[in-house]
């Protein structure tokens, strides 16, 4: 199994210096919201770690293969992922050059992690994030998607599918209508 870490050399703990860094890491699923990612293969993933003083920056890419359902017709979608890798690891104890002001109001909380105590830093999560902003809101086979038939559940890519979906697609529509119990109501 490929994991995503990095143990920090010695070197880059002198402010300014920089290292370029690369891999490849096993994420069989990821979920983003109700969508299943599945990578058959490894992501692959390249990073620069830098020196800021007071912290380690790492900033990158990762790129990969996955298929997923499509929201419509629920037939598998292949897609081609590439995220931007970012990541910030507070500097503590005799490396330290240089304090990180915590009234800085760029810096959220969540926006940095501080060095483990080895020196290792664990890219997953970093790898992670930058897929899941990378994923469709809604994944599909192509944008002209038909989908299912809501009444027997054939695929409507694939042609009609001659159930008599018109008069139950009436019926669903209607009752889906907030203001269908208008429909019969008599105004005078």
Known sequence: MALATIKVPSELFALAESSHFEGKADLPLLQVGPDDYTFADPVAWSVDVTNTGSALLV?????????????????????????????????????????????????????????????????????????IVDAPTMPLCREDCAGLCPTCGANLNEGDCGCGRD???????????????LADFKFE
């Open 167 to 181: 008069e139950a697609l009436e019926d669903f529509d209607r009752a889906a209508n907030p203001f269908a119990a």
């Open 59 to 131: 900033e990158g890419a990762v790129t990969g293969e996955a298929t997923c359902a499509c929201a419509r017709c629920l037939e598998d979608v292949a897609r081609s992922f590439t995220g931007e890798i970012e990541g910030y690891f507070i500097i503590e104890g005799d490396y330290a050059q240089g304090a990180v002001d915590e009234d800085d109001e760029e810096l959220g909380e969540d926006e940095f992690d501080v060095l483990p105590a080895d020196h290792v830093i664990d890219l997953m999560p970093l790898i992670e994030a930058a897929l």
